[in-house]
């Protein structure tokens, strides 16, 4: 039998710690705003703006520059989090056997591996923990190309800076990081590898600014320091 083997012990054990999770999260927010529907984009937005949070979405992008600075965007976003890994545990108990799932390799625009039914690819790591290997003996091998479609931008465009950094064993999504925001953590790296993607599939400057969180002059900061990236993802 193909596809990943299941440690469905794990898997229960995980839901049991997510759903006391969630019910700590769920138990605060109610303390925090009252009766708001966390589900409800026009009460969550009413309850923001009540804190003097001027919003006008819930996307996690929106809220994202908020997660340190308040409470309620806080707990919201951890309610998100865990509701979502509690469905991805939810898929792996619901198999009858291994987890398999359907490759496409010219399904997505910009020519990337998807995959569905379901997509694995987009299992968090505290899902794919429960990932066993089917065969009795081995082990379950990771592999990714870091910074692919950067690396290529870079040598399309020429760029030197991008060249040089990724010939000295930069990353460039910590650079951005370090650009945006002056220090780089985990969460605000994740929020330039977003920025970066963005930006080479034809985002523009205000999408940037959006998800970085930050003022029109330091994204124009940030591609003045790549030219050549800058003019190859106007092109």
Known sequence: EGGFGVDRSLVGAKMDKLAEEFNRYLDLWKKTVGEVNYQSPKQVLGALRARSIPLTSTASEALEPYYKTDFTVYLLLSLRRTGKLAQYLAELEAAPGNITCLYDQTFVETGRLSARSPNLQQFPEFVRECFTSPVEGYDIASADYGQLELRIAACIS???????????????????????????????????????????????????????????AKVEAIETAWPGWNRWCKE
């Open 158 to 216: 020429h760029d030197p800076a991008m060249l040089k950094a990724l010939n000295e064993g930069g990353d460039l999504h910590t650079q951005v990081a370090e650009m945006a925001f002056g220090t780089v953590t985990s969460n605000n790296r994740a929020l330039a590898k977003r920025f970066n993607f963005e930006r080479l599939y034809g985002g523009g400057i205000e999408k940037g600014m959006r998800i970085l969180g930050v003022s029109r």
